[in-house]
């Protein structure tokens, strides 16, 4: 697995962590749930989006999506009536915004750490060309996550990687630094998210594990069950930027999708693509396997964005072609000088 978000305390290294989260096949959910066959259409159990606002003359509106996330979710920051790129904060973090349909499109998440309670969001930019810049405002609601805990019995070869390997797994980290450092710019698809593969869910998203009693650690992707052999499809366009086998995720493949967004595919049997390849959504990256540090095949799904691992079943429920006219934010959404 890559390495971790920077500034998270946990309490063991960053290297046991890696190869502990690999195990999701052996950690497999009691009640898995079905994941949906992959489509280029809008998933169709996606959140309701809010009641649409009409927008005011010569006023920029804010919208966020969801209006109400948990910690771990990604959340997209729509502003429309602007003039100019703007520039913006969600709970501190700094937006990245880009010229998206008929205004700016910022794509980001909150850190699974986060508390539960309101998150603030800050853009500041000019409503017409050369104009004073105006601050929009507004609150997401953050909700408590109720992500599951589980305690693990598991061989001491997952808890330990032997000293051998220490060197592979230094050169499996700048790897993955180097995959995840790909210059800015605005998305390459032109439609939502889908499922890289149709199978159950074994282990979702920020299931808290215990290891033998006493090493936590917390699942940053979705696992999706798999015999040997079987399809891994992208899950949108984007251009492959790693095509590697690695010691914690075995033979990985990660896509660049455009405006600090990735996908990533662990354990695969087989890879399909090169690095440097532009892929289109449903297009076959490789096949199910149980490469790297797990017990059992199937496929461990991530998905990062602005360096944070966000939940990739939330992903699928973002609408990024939403109507010309966006629901508002939740909580209360004004328009001021700053």
Do not use: C
Request: aromatic share 8%.
């Amino acid at each position: 697995m890559p390495p971790l978000p920077a500034g998270r305390k946990y309490s063991a290294s960053p290297y046991l962590l890696l190869a502990l989260l690999a195990l999701g096949a052996k950690a497999r959910a009691a009640a898995p749930s079905p994941a949906p066959a992959p489509s280029a259409s809008a998933p169709s159990a996606a959140a309701p989006v809010p009641e649409s606002q009409p927008l005011a003359e010569g006023r920029p509106l804010l919208s966020l999506l969801p209006g109400a996330a948990k910690p771990g979710d990604p959340v997209l920051v729509m502003v429309r009536g602007m003039a100019e790129l703007p520039s913006g904060t969600l709970a501190g973090r700094a937006l990245r915004f880009f010229p998206w349909g008929e205004g700016f499109l910022a794509v980001t998440g909150l850190p699974v750490e986060m508390a539960p309670g309101t998150a603030a969001v800050k853009v500041l930019g000019p409503a017409a060309p050369g104009a004073a810049p105006l601050e929009l405002t507004g609150t997401l609601d953050v909700v408590e996550p109720g992500y599951p805990a589980r305690e693990l019995k598991v061989s001491g070869k997952y808890v330990e990687p032997p000293a051998s390997v220490k060197a592979r797994m230094a050169a499996d980290r700048r790897a993955f630094a180097q995959a995840f450092s790909q210059p800015f710019a605005a998305p390459s698809f032109e439609q939502n998210f889908a499922w890289p593969r149709q199978d159950r869910i074994t282990a979702p998203f920020g299931d808290r594990r215990t290891f033998n009693g006493k090493l936590s650690s917390q699942h940053f992707g979705v696992d999706i069950d798999g015999d040997p052999g079987m399809p891994i499809l992208a899950a949108n366009d984007g251009v492959v930027v790693m095509s590697r086998d690695n010691y914690a995720s075995g033979k990985t493949v990660i896509i660049h999708h455009g405006a600090g967004l990735y996908t990533s595919y662990f354990h695969m049997s087989r890879i399909g693509v090169k690095s440097g390849t532009r892929v289109k959504q449903g297009q076959k990256l490789g096949q199910v396997g149980s490469t790297g540090r797990v017990t059992g095949p199937h496929l461990h799904w991530g998905v990062k964005v602005d360096d944070l691992w966000v939940d990739g079943e939330q992903l699928l429920r973002l609408d990024f072609f939403p109507p010309a006219t966006p629901g508002m934010a939740s909580g209360s959404t004004q328009l001021g000088t700053p």
